[in-house]
């Protein structure tokens, strides 16, 4: 297939265009700078200069392509208060998408999240089908119904998949929640969770996920719902143990109360509980998770080196 991808120099995109193309396929990637055109040129893929908000520049490589994954998501505003423009911009992304594909069955697998969707409880495929209630802010609201959308394209002739990602995919280079504690933890001088520490997260390796995502755009039916689920819920208990273990750090209970101060803009996300499962998804794609889990992989120690190391 020709493959168009969005966010194909990011974190995970970096991941599935080596295993679109170790599998055949031919990769054209979103890339907003230079420095992003010349790593996916290096990749083997061809690069097409353009943003998010280029919305001719997505129908028109949509239409050029025989298929889509949509990885991009404007993180850099959203995690600086403008979640919900970030949220906005993704909707208009996919309208787009959904423009040049329909009546092609051609497929379109969207990334999004697991967390929130069913707090404290084990989310299931089947589960996030009915639209947000308003009790959900506006952002994370936005991105929800932009899911929603996609699954609904399945019925304007697109093999429509949202690819639900948990909120740390792992793996040496991650910059995200797992660097971000460990930063925290090294800043404060303790390794700490909130309260007793028994809230889960889900997780799964970057090359687990960017497997799944092949199998998506290859094999998933029309409007399926899917989980890139390794670990179905990893206490964070557990996650701090091993950070203080590897920094020599004591490990500590932080109040709900003081886990503003303490942990920053993690406090949000750090005190969720939100297990999910990927039975179904296995079951629908074949698809088993090769790479070491979230705990085992920490302890593999490439986290805790310094940048010079």
Known sequence: ???????????????????????????????????????????GAEALRGTLDDLDVLRDAAAASDGVIHLAFKHDIAFSGGFEDAADADRRAVEAFGEALAGSDRPFVLASGLLGLQPGQVVTEEDGREPAPESVPAGPRARYETALLTLSLASRGVRSSVLRLPPTVYGDGDHGFMAALIG????????????????????THRLDAAHLFRLALENAPAGSALHAVTDEGVPIREVAEVIGRHLDLPVVSVSPEDAGEHFGWLAGFIGADAPASSALTRELLGWQPTQPGLLDDLDKGHYFQSPSA
């Open 184 to 203: 925290v933890a090294r800043d404060k001088g303790v390794a700490g969770y909130i309260g007793d520490g028994s809230n889960r997260w889900p997780a």
């Open 1 to 43: 297939m020709r493959v168009f991808v969005t966010g194909a120099s990011g974190w995970i995109g970096s991941a599935v265009v080596p295993e679109l193309i170790g599998a055949g396929h031919q990769v054209i990637g979103l890339a907003r700078s230079d420095t992003s055109a010349a790593a996916l040129t290096a990749a």
